[in-house]
């Protein structure tokens, strides 16, 4: 697993997400852990490594 550290787009409080290296590309949805809206995150990887991450409001 990949820890990887971000804002919350609702409160802007610095959360954390444990990501899976082995799926190249994910997208799902999951509550902000201090605010508790949810966020929709995606996630690319490369070789293990992560190469892209962006986190939404769900409308």
Do not use: K, R
């Amino acid at each position: 697993m990949y820890e990887h550290f971000f804002q919350c787009p609702y409160c802007w409080e610095e959360i954390s997400m444990l990501l899976d290296p082995s799926v190249s590309f994910q997208t799902y949805v999951e509550d902000c852990e201090v605010c508790c809206n949810p966020i929709e995150i995606s996630a690319g990887f490369s070789n293990q490594e992560l190469g892209q991450f962006e986190v939404n409001e769900v409308q």
